[in-house]
């Protein structure tokens, strides 16, 4: 296709020819017509910067939507990572202080059955000091109510059967501890008058 310009068309001759066109007319027609084709090149160029502008826009805007939609996936990611990493260290959170929970529970288990025997083993050995300083007490009494009424003692000693036999330290503490339980309490011949 063979391009036209409007001066072209604007310059245009024709051939005289018997009973042809009005040449006015055809002058006429030709300018007119030359001013619109000129009209429509102006447009048809307006139209093509602007197509061009739109598509240098769109392709920005093409870029902007990829860079956007890459930075939205890549947030997505690392928040799921987050997500998955907050989630197994809070899981393993958990499972230490399971453990150490029950180690704590099994540690005190262990510490309360030491306590509880120790405390069994303490009561016996009470119980074991006092039965036989009892028996002393009860012995020596005896034997001062004895003397006091002037009845024979015997030159042997009374004999206690004695599962173990106290230091004299020992005996002293226990009087002690006695004494201070009970200032008031009194034992012995004095009681009785």
């Known amino acids: 296709m063979m391009k036209i310009s409007p001066l072209e068309i604007e ?14 007319e055809v ?17 048809n ?7 061009t ?15 956007l939609q890459n930075t939205l996936l890549t947030t997505q990611k690392t928040a799921e990572e987050a997500k998955r990493n907050v989630q197994k260290e809070a899981d393993l959170i958990i499972k230490e202080a399971h453990l150490e929970s029950e180690k704590m529970l099994e540690d005190a288990k262990l510490r309360l059955a030491d306590l509880n025997k120790r405390i069994s083993d303490l009561q ?5 000091y006092f ?12 034997l001062l109510e004895n003397i006091e009424s002037g009845a024979e003692v015997s030159k042997s000693p009374v ?35």
């Open 11 to 24: 310059q245009q001759t024709f051939n005289k020819a018997l009973r042809g066109f009005n040449p006015v």
């Open 27 to 43: 002058t006429t027609y030709l300018e007119m017509l030359a001013g619109e084709f000129e009209s429509l090149i102006a447009e």
């Open 45 to 51: 160029a307006e139209l093509k910067e602007k197509v």
């Open 53 to 67: 502008e739109l598509a240098t826009r769109l392709e920005s805007y093409q870029e902007m939507e990829q860079t």
């Open 124 to 128: 016996m050995s009470k119980e074991t």
């Open 131 to 142: 039965s036989e300083f009892k028996a002393l007490l009860t012995a020596q009494w005896h």
């Open 159 to 193: 004999s206690i059967k004695r599962r173990r036999r106290p230091r004299e330290e020992s005996v002293e503490k226990v009087l002690d501890s006695l004494e201070e339980a009970n200032p008031q309490h009194e034992t012995g011949p004095e009681s009785k008058s």
